[in-house]
């Protein structure tokens, strides 16, 4: 059964870090591109980053030099270091993995809210 289970969002002050976590189960992850997206109230979800099976990453031009993505094909993780948090990074954020359009898969999604 294809699983993707986020965990590590949460409450923080403007300035602080999270870091999320997300842990596919069902498929072959290495195979996968894997990612996060998110989502903000009254927004359309959009791109965070992704990371490739060869490790190629991309991400949105407005996080460079505060998120970074990771993957661990051995343990079937792929994780975002999320530094400087904003009030408007907060939002549902979502784990994906894309290998085609006929095998995409999402989590259930994790809240980030970013307040003082």
């Not at 965990?7 to 290495?30: D, E, K």
């Not at 894997?34 to 996080?63: H, M």
Request: proline share 3%; with cysteine; net charge neutral.
């Amino acid at each position: 059964q294809v699983q993707l289970a986020e965990s590590g969002g949460g409450l923080v002050q403007p300035g602080g870090s999270l870091t999320l976590s997300c842990a596919a189960t069902g498929f072959i992850f290495s195979a996968y591109r894997v990612g996060w997206y998110r989502q903000a109230p009254g927004n359309q979800r959009e791109l965070v980053a992704t990371i490739s099976s060869d490790g190629t990453t991309n991400l949105a031009d407005s996080l460079k030099g505060r998120f970074t993505i990771s993957r661990d094909d051995i343990r079937k993780l792929v994780t975002l270091q999320m530094n400087n948090l904003q009030p408007d990074d907060a939002g549902v954020y979502y784990c994906n993995a894309h290998y085609n359009v006929w095998l995409e898969y999402w989590g259930q999604g994790t809240q980030v809210t970013v307040s003082s």
